[in-house]
C-alpha cells in the first residue's frame, strides 16, 4: 500500500495550490479518504474528508469555504484545492485512508502518507 502526496510547495499569502495524493496497493473506491495537517510544534489536525462515493465531504472550520476535497477514483488521486491561503495553512499535510469515513475524520485512518510541505508566507 501506497500514498503518495505531491503538489507542496511555497506560496505567498492569498496564493492557490492543489495537492495530490496518488494511491496505490487497495482498492481506492472503496475507500474513503481524508486530508491531515501538523504545523510545527503543533498536534496533526483534521483538514478535509471525503466519503467513498464520494458524495459526502467534511470540513475542519478553519479551511471550510477556501479548500475543496475531491477524488478521482479511476486515477485512484484524492486531490486538496487550496485557495485564498493563509500563514497558518504552512504545515505538513498528509493524506489518510480508511473503509469507515469517521475512522478517517476522526484520525484513525488504516493507510497514510508520508505528507508534503506547504509554506505559505510573504
Known amino acids: 500500500v501506497r500514498l503518495v502526496e505531491s503538489g507542496g510547495g511555497s506560496v505567498q499569502p492569498g496564493d492557490s495550490l492543489t495537492l495530490a495524493c496518488a494511491a496505490s496497493?487497495?482498492?481506492?473506491?472503496?475507500?474513503?479518504m481524508g486530508w491531515f495537517r501538523q504545523a510545527a510544534g503543533k498536534e496533526r489536525e483534521f483538514v478535509a474528508a471525503i466519503a467513498w462515493t464520494g458524495g459526502t465531504t467534511y470540513y475542519s472550520n478553519s479551511v471550510n469555504g477556501r479548500f475543496t476535497i475531491s477524488r478521482d477514483n479511476p486515477k485512484n488521486t484524492l486531490y486538496l484545492q487550496m485557495n485564498s491561503l493563509k500563514s497558518e495553512d504552512t504545515a505538513v499535510y498528509y493524506c489518510?485512508?480508511?473503509?469507515?469515513?469517521?475512522?478517517?475524520?476522526?484520525?484513525?485512518?488504516?493507510?497514510w502518507g508520508q505528507g508534503t510541505q506547504v509554506t505559505v508566507s510573504s
Open positions: 496497493g487497495f482498492t481506492f473506491r472503496a475507500y474513503s
Open positions: 489518510s485512508g480508511d473503509r469507515y469515513t469517521v475512522a478517517v475524520r476522526e484520525g484513525r485512518s488504516e493507510y
